[in-house]
Structures are given as C-alpha cells and as structure tokens.
C-alpha cells in the first residue's frame, strides 16, 4: 500500500494558494530591479561571470532573454504561473516551469543567494509529486477528485528531514564566528542597515548585553538540536514552532524579509495536523469505503 500522509485536501489547497501568492509579490517585487539583477545592462553583464553558468540551459544567458526587455517578460511569465498555480490551473505543470524560472534567476545572479532559495524550489518540486485533485483547484479531464486525493508520506517525510538538516548544519556552521559563539549576533542584526526602523528594534536595543547573549544562543541551540528532535513527534512541534517563531520576529527586525518569507513556506508545508488535538469520527451510513491507512511519523 502506498504509504499516505493524514494531510487534508483542503490544508494542501491552502498552502497552495499562500504559495503562489508568495512567490507571485516575490517576482512582482522583482520587476522593478530586474534590469539592475538579471540583464545585460546590470551589475552581471557578462553571465559567464556566475559560478554556475551552463549547469542549466537558460534564456536569460541569451542575448535576447539577457535584455532589460527579455528580463521583464521572463519576470512577468514567472507572475503569470504564480497566480495559476495559486488558483489550482494545471499545478503540477506550474510547478515545474516555476521551478525552472527560480533556477535560471539564480543561475543568472549567484549574488542573489540565501538559504531560502534551494527550499522553495524543493518545496516546487514536491508540488509535482503532490497528486493533483485537492480542493480548489481547476482540475482538468482525468484528474482524481478531491474524495480520492491523497499527499504522499515520502514527499512530507523526505521535506521534514531535509529542513531538519539543514537547520541543524546552518548552527553548526554558527559555531565557526566569534559573534554567534560570544553572544553578539543578534546585537549586530538590530545594527545593521537593513534593520528595520520602528518599536520592536528600539525595544531589543535597550535590552542588556546579557539578555541579548542569551537570545543569541537561544537561536544557535534551537538549531544545532532540530535535527535530534525531529526524531519525536513531540519535538518536532517544538522545533518547527521555535524556528518559526524566529523568522516571524526576522520579519518585524529586518527590513528586507524575503528570506524569513521564504522560511515560512517551507514551515507551512511541513505543518503536520496530527499535532492539533484529534477530532471526534463522524459515523459514514453513505456506504462508502473505509478511509485509506496513514502513514504516520517514524516516532
């Protein structure tokens, strides 16, 4: 028996549009510096300059698809699928061009990089994997119901300990700068010119050295310790509230957010509804089949 995971149709459905309306303000958001990031008339001329340069085939190393005007529209496409994919219109299919649009944007501007940027387009990828049919979507001929819909155990498990990792190798490298190991990283975060302006930074740089120390280490073992409890189902719940709770305080701290956006995806996908208290079963006289057996968590 296919080993399937207890996540709802309607839940997929969900995430799917808060996906998809991420990742379409994120290529909006885009448009206006596109030219400067991802042309031939910006900081990279020349795309050869990129690490990466011929891993992929990628339009926008061509002298067209390279062009202000050629940025733009690749850009505008990228949008244009992120609002279908958001409304369910050929999803898995979105997906894999949204997938491949992400990886030419990068391929074009290795500059851009942050650790958000490979999860989302995993994230991208499991969407294809991610049977088609769940609620709210604008299936075409063929495709499954919501009724037999189903999310695939292999595809939340594999995501799970991918995030995991990387959480936990992301603290260990931490343990290499002086400031993560002396307690004065997060110090440097509210100084940096990107902090944001407002109450919330005022409030943590009044805060003692000591308290920010504190805060500091908090983040470095929430980190190093995700990958052993994600081995629970209790410390899982502890370590996917705590880093999340992290990226929405980045979010009010730092004014450039994309990355703790980007975070919060991937924490939305990996939600397991098996934490929220179980719901009584109603009684089916409709004489349909028994519901398919979940696949549930290692521990």
Known sequence: MQGVKNISARQFAAFRVIFGVYLLQHFLWLLPVGT????????????????THGL???????????????????????AALSLAF??????????????????????????????????????????????PGESFARSGRGERREESWYFPAFVFWGVWFLMAGGYTFS????????????????????QNPLARPGMFRDAFLVLPD????????SVLVAEITFLPLACFR??????????????????????????????????LFTFDPDWLPPRPQSVDTGGRSAPRKVSDSPA
């Open 210 to 217: 000591g308290a920010i120390a504190v805060l500091t280490w």
């Open 56 to 78: 992929l085939p990628n339009p926008l190393a061509t002298t067209w698809g390279g062009s202000p005007t050629g940025v733009a529209a690749t850009l505008w496409i990228l």
């Open 234 to 267: 209790r410390g899982r719940l502890v370590a996917w509230t705590g880093m999340l709770v992290m990226h929405l305080g980045i979010v009010l701290l730092v004014d450039f957010a994309d990355l703790s956006f980007g975070m919060v995806m991937l924490h």
């Open 171 to 190: 603290g260990l490298v931490k343990l290499a700068s002086p400031s993560w190991v002396d307690g004065t990283a997060f110090r440097h975060l509210l």
């Open 36 to 51: 400067e990031l991802f042309s031939t008339a910006g900081m990279l001329p020349d795309p050869r300059l990129n690490a």
């Open 86 to 131: 958001a409304f369910g219109w050929w999803r898995r299919s979105a997906a894999v061009l949204l997938w491949y649009g992400w990886a030419c944007l990068f391929n074009r501007n290795n500059l851009i990089s942050n650790p958000s940027l490979p999860y989302v387009g995993l994230i991208l990828l499991c969407c294809v994997l991610v049977p």
